[in-house]
């Protein structure tokens, strides 16, 4: 089994391509290190089943030899870095998209394109169910990212139908862990760092908006449940414990034993109110459901930054 992984050096592009080698397969990664680093996957050379591929997908995705599975991870993903780099997400999501699918497409592989939660927009149905259309301003900031990721979704479903590329579709829903970059401006890093620093904690407007939020290691379980499965999708993978950002905010400081206070700062335009993922098809289709409590996720992820912090990657300029 050989593997692709675009954005592999990412946060979970990085636990794709260590669980893959984990399980014997032999992984390629391509990434343009724009939100990744290749520190995240260091320790995966000794392996001697890893190869990192300096890569911007927007220009092509070019692999030698055999490749059963295509994992198109590559995009930035927290709303600060595509904010930064709206073009650049665009691009990635389009072009980007084209050119994964397109190796899929010569190599025979099955093909698994991440998308979002986020195709959803500010929803108007809560919970999510995959039929939901979605509730999205294609011509506000996060239009970048929304617009793209419904693009590339319709093009996944394009080469299915044209090019009979074996194709499938993850909605994947807020996800945290080991390897986040403590200044990706995602509430849980940011959280996690300002409380470890003894910083004020910064909840956005009042806080009362929600997310669920998932353990990376379930989440990596769900998508290579979805790799190994013949279903299109798209399928939601996200843990439906539903948090808002106060009681989270909250939550972090105290597990972090901090004496942060927690501040009050803008609300960004076009945030989403609630979102919470219907998990019913992945547990019915993938036998998925989450596995790791979010105390205990919480305590490792805030673990891992006590020990990592300095790491920082730096990133190329926009
Ligand atoms: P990340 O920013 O840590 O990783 C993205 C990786 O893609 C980085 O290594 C980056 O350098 C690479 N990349 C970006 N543009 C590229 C290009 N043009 N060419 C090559 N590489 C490129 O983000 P993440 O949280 O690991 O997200 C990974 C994927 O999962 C993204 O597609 C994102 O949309 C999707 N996703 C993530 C979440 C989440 O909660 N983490 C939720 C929904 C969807
Ligand atoms: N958020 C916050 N403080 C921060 C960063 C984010 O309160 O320092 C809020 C943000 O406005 C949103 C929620 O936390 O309501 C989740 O934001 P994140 O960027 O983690 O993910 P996304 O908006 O993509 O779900």
Known sequence: MRAVVTGGA????SHLCEQLVARGADVVALDNFCTGSAANVEHLHS?????????DLTTGAPVDGPVDLVL?????????????????TLQVGSLGTQHALDLARVKGSRFVLASTSEVYGDPQVH???????????????????????????????????????DT?????????????????????????????????????????????ICYVDDLVQGILAMAAAHHPGPINIGNPHEISMIDLAHWIVKLAESGSPVTHIERPVDDPTVRRPDATLAHEVLGWEPQVQIE???????????????????????
């Open 10 to 13: 990412g946060f979970l592009g």
């Open 47 to 55: 392996t001697g089943r890893f190869d990192l591929i300096e890569q």
């Open 72 to 88: 198109h991870f590559a995009s930035p993903a927290s709303p600060v870095d595509y904010l930064r780099l709206p073009i650049e």
């Open 127 to 165: 919970p999510q169910r995959e039929d939901y259309w979605g509730h999205v301003n294609p011509v506000g900031p996060r239009g970048v990212y929304d617009e793209a990721k419904r693009f590339a979704e319709a093009l996944t479903l394009a080469y299915r139908h044209t090019h009979g590329v």
């Open 168 to 212: 499938a579709i993850v909605r994947i829903f807020n996800t945290f862990g080991p390897r986040m970059r403590p200044n990706d401006g995602r509430a849980i890093p940011n959280f996690i760092r300002q409380s470890l620093a003894g910083e004020p904690v910064t909840v956005a407007g009042d806080g009362l908006q929600t997310r669920s």
């Open 296 to 318: 205990d996720a919480l305590l490792r992820t805030i673990d891992w930054f006590r020990t990592n912090e300095l790491r920082t990657p730096v990133l190329s300029p926009a």
